[in-house]
């Protein structure tokens, strides 16, 4: 009798699919399979071999085809993953298929491709270069830096999108040569690091000594205090040990600028994983790491499911952000990944940030979590000094007070570069009515339009739908339109009438959706040559723009009066986060908060004593409400088309759960969403809270047992979101 397989299929469907093997290759857990799935022949991953099934023989089908010698899973990442599974409750061959690369999920043979390499060749009239060719000229420099050795086409690539075309020329004249080969190049460190402060040195010898153990560690320092030094100085140690490091980063946009600074440090295979890379670069990126390759995996919350056979340190950049958290599909933590597979590897893992999530700063008061202290900026910068910027009953230019733009004024005066932070993309948020009061509302959503005056559409931020600006109301039909409230776009052509002879740039997910168009952006901020800089988010963390003096924050007290419970956290992370940018060179940098609630108590004790005491007191709160850090909390969600159906579905998974819970479990709701229409569907949620988190998975564990039973769930679309990041 052949022998049985239990397969995973990436599948909505919990469980696994048993298969008879009919193959003369030995069975091999974490190898990909061709199976039969209903009609279909799907690839799916091979999760155990066994011994008996509750199917009958006569309905077991056999595996069609094996793609693999050896598992693209290995042992130690597969029981990542299952238990993964198990814990945010998301089905097993889901999640398996979120760790494959596309191409692998599709069949393509897991084999290192051919890459061409680029390298310089030594020549006399390389002077002849024309000035009108920056890129080619750039090109060139990058290579002559690295003295003959090869280099990736990832590398230059970050020079610029339109590089193939710049390096013709250079090849033609044979300036530079392009070879064709499997290996990967190793990359050779250009420079060495500046002297460690005597903090810095701890915390270097104390992530260090562990290697080969599992420790935990928060490595908080203050904005500039040079973090990224120590990470350096950690990973340079690993590599010398033979052991892989993973460098996780919150967005896209630090990639680029981290692998560039880590190349002139590193020697070793360097690569990156994110979402930038196209489908056969990720492929080879993940191959390259897989097999051992690459001494440094330097990417996003995704990278955490990359396999790395010689793991042996893992590092999270800005631990507190929420892009850590994947918001749909598999709902998995980054950072919760990585302290798991760090203990599974016996291997450090750093978490490093100036403003600390209250669960991370939580498990270091509970001694979970070793904390190292930056407590200086590095060299000579001094922290920056912030005010609270009163606007009540004072006129406003564009949302701007007359104080904040001479602010602006002054500091451009001596030569400074100012940034004006505002968390808004667009030119208004709302479009009103001034004779009925009627509002640009999107069709498919409960939001209002946001006004982009540049394209003169209409854009909804949560669904994406978009319409021409109107010219009269819609209601009423007047041509009394008043664009509401402010955003990046307007803030910029404010800012630009006020101060016509200076360059500014705006950098928000508008302004650099073109590919290329971030880095340049980044260019002149880093330079100078933007001397006002106005962004999102997007500038907050990661950026050194050695010229910045002055940081203006204009919407702060969004963040005072959100209905999520996070909504304080969250604030005081940005505003911290923002307020780094400033004074991180050999000028004190000034910070200014613009806000009509100057004597809010939570607000005055971040600005005077700091993020710290700030969290003491918000934590204390939290434990008085019996909130996470001090809970545990998971969100059943639901969405239909019509606005009933998704809260009757949920009615009946809370009787459910109110039937079979064991210990204390908290069954909130059903109730809407905070936004109940969303892209033309309503949404509803179950909040369920615990104080024991045992309690909470061992109900959602029995919940997914019966849930696709229930009557409403071929009505709904449903998902269960493990330890929530936001209620939204």
Known sequence: MNPLVQVAVKSPVYGVFDYRWKAASPIIAGTRVTVPFGRRQVIGVVVAAIEHSDVPSGKLRAVHKVHDEKPVLPEDLLKLLQWASRYYHYPLGEVLGSALPVLLRKGHEAVIAERDYYRWVPHEAESGLSRAAPV?????EYLR?????PVAVDALRAISPGWRKSMEPLLERGWVACDTAIEVPRNHAAETGPALSDEQAVAVQAVQQTLGSFTSFLLRGVTGSGKTEVYLRCIEEAGKRGLQSLVLVPEISLTPQLMSRFERRISGCLVSLHSGLNDNERLQNWLCAAEGHADVVIGTRSSILAALPRLGLIIIDEEHDGSLKQQDGFRYHARDLALMRARDRQCPVVLGTATPSFETINNVKTGRFRELRLTQRAGNAIPPIMNLLDIRRRKLIEGMSDRLLDAIRDHLDKDGQALVFINRRGFAPTLLC???????????????????????????HHCGSERPLPAVCDSCGSAELDRVGYGTERITDALQAEFPDVEIARIDRDSTRRKGALEKQLDKATTGQARILVGTQMLAKGHHFPKLTLVCILDADRGLFGTDFRSLEHMAQLTVQVAGRAGRETRQGTVLIQTRNPDNPMLQTLVREGYGAFADIAMADRRLADLPPFSF??????????GQEAHAFLQQVSEVLLASRAGRLEVMGPAPAPMERLGGRYRAQLLLQSDRRSVLNDSLARLCTQIDQLPGARKCRWSIDVDPVDLF
């Open 434 to 460: 001034n004779d009925c009061g009627a509002a640009a509302d999107c069709r498919r959503c409960d939001a209002h339009m946001t006004v982009h005056v540049r394209q003169n559409r209409l854009r909804c």
């Open 136 to 140: 080619q000229q750039r090109l060139l």
């Open 145 to 149: 830096e690295h003295d003959g050795r």
């Open 633 to 642: 909390m998971a969100l059943v969600r639901a969405e239909a088309s019509a």
